[in-house]
């Protein structure tokens, strides 16, 4: 299984952007995907993520103002950004967990990363 990111870019603070993350490749079920983001020089950290239900998760700084959605037939996650801050800067990650049909391990599975950012 392979992620495809994209969707970001230069926004100034106030605004949106919307990212998408393909999974692409055969024989896994894709089960939780979510969003990390990695400021420069911090650790990377969950944004949001979301399971095969629809459940979702956010953190608090990101709570009220993104979106996290997904299509569970074209195997692709969404975010939505809204109201970005100077602070929203970072690389955007996307991950799921993919499990082989038939088997029971899960994937740890990362996309290249796409970059937002936010000027004041």
């Known amino acids: 299984v392979q992620l495809q990111a994209s969707g970001g870019g230069l926004v100034q603070a106030g605004g949106s952007l919307r990212l998408s993350c393909a999974a692409s490749g055969s024989g896994f079920r894709i089960y939780d995907m979510g969003w990390y983001s990695q400021a420069p020089g911090k650790q990377r950290e969950v944004v949001a993520t979301?399971?095969?239900?629809?459940?979702?998760h956010y953190e608090d700084f990101v709570q009220g103002r993104f979106t996290i959605w997904r299509d569970i037939g074209k195997n692709t996650v969404y975010l939505q950004m809204a109201s970005l801050k100077p602070e929203d800067t970072g690389v955007y990650y996307c991950?799921?967990?993919?499990?082989?049909?038939?088997?029971?391990?899960?994937?740890?599975?990362w996309g290249q990363g796409t970059l937002v950012t936010v000027s004041s």
């Open positions: 991950n799921a967990i993919a499990v082989r049909f038939g088997r029971s391990y899960e994937h740890n599975i």
């Open positions: 979301i399971d095969r239900n629809g459940i979702t």
